[in-house]
């Protein structure tokens, strides 16, 4: 966790991401700093946008209008790249959040990290990997906020069938867990000791992956995704009240 004076400036392509999850992004950034530049570039002319409109007063960000002057060219991609450079050089921030799942984002995310600064990404898992790969940190859309599946009416059949439909257990929409990315951050982590705090080995799978998080495997944080591994063991550390949790071999 970074302090919360560090300041970061969120810049939203308006274009190619989700309105509705304004607020878990806005939490999603607050992990890690204070989000003091608040921007969403987009062509405010068009039907596309009017999802944005209404959040933009409520979560306090400045809607920048750029037009698409040309048939298939997205003029919001170069405002954002332009804005986000003139930020850089003023120094008025200490780290960036841009959320897209453009790949045009790429050579922006490496320019910023050349220059030492904190930057982290937020898109949807058809992001390229040299996008999230650029970034220090990528939180996938996906892990912020749930999809509501549409009902679907059952279709008219046999009571057997209803009766196996109903036996079937349902399939994990989540992926398996990577345990070679676990197992080489645990031991990039581990310093010869034989047990490491959870938060260290967080930060070395962020290291290796950007894009790791718990929530992708259905966890909710580090902590339950370890105690579900039957190659380690989660041991309670307090420190003045607070649980840092230690992780070891079995």
Not at 50 to 62: D, P, R
Not at 81 to 107: E, K, Q, R
Not at 198 to 213: E, H, N, Q, W
Not at 242 to 247: A, D, W
Request: aromatic content about 8%; glycine content about 6%; charged content about 30%.
């Amino acid at each position: 966790m970074r302090e919360n004076k560090f300041n970061i400036a969120v810049l939203i392509d308006g274009d190619n991401a989700q309105a509705k999850l304004i607020k878990e992004i806005l939490e999603e950034v607050s992990k890690y700093g204070k989000a003091t530049i608040r921007r969403i570039y987009g062509d405010w002319t068009t039907p596309q946008m009017n999802s944005w409109k209404e959040v933009i007063n409520q979560y306090s960000f400045n809607p920048i209008q750029k037009f698409a002057y040309t048939t298939g060219k997205n003029s919001t991609d170069s405002s954002l790249i332009i804005d986000a450079m003139d930020i850089l050089h003023s120094n008025s921030v200490d780290g960036f959040c841009i959320v897209s799942s453009d790949s045009d984002y790429t050579g922006l995310a490496k320019r910023i990290r050349e220059e030492g600064m904190f930057v982290m990404g937020i898109g949807r898992r058809i992001t390229p990997q040299a996008f999230v790969q650029s970034c220090e940190i990528f939180t996938f859309a996906e892990n912020l906020g749930e999809e509501v599946e549409e009902e679907k009416k059952p279709e008219k059949s046999s009571s057997r069938q209803n009766v196996v439909a109903a036996e079937s257990p349902k399939k994990s929409s989540h992926p398996k867990i990577d345990l070679r990315l676990i197992d080489r951050a645990f031991e990039i982590s581990s310093d010869e000791e034989e047990e490491i705090h959870i938060a260290k080995i967080g930060a070395s799978l962020r290291k290796i992956d950007p894009s790791f998080d718990p929530r992708t495997y259905g966890f909710r944080n580090l902590t339950d995704l370890f105690k579900s591994l039957n190659k380690y063991v989660v041991v309670r550390n307090e420190v003045n009240g607070l649980n840092y949790p230690l992780v070891k071999l079995k």
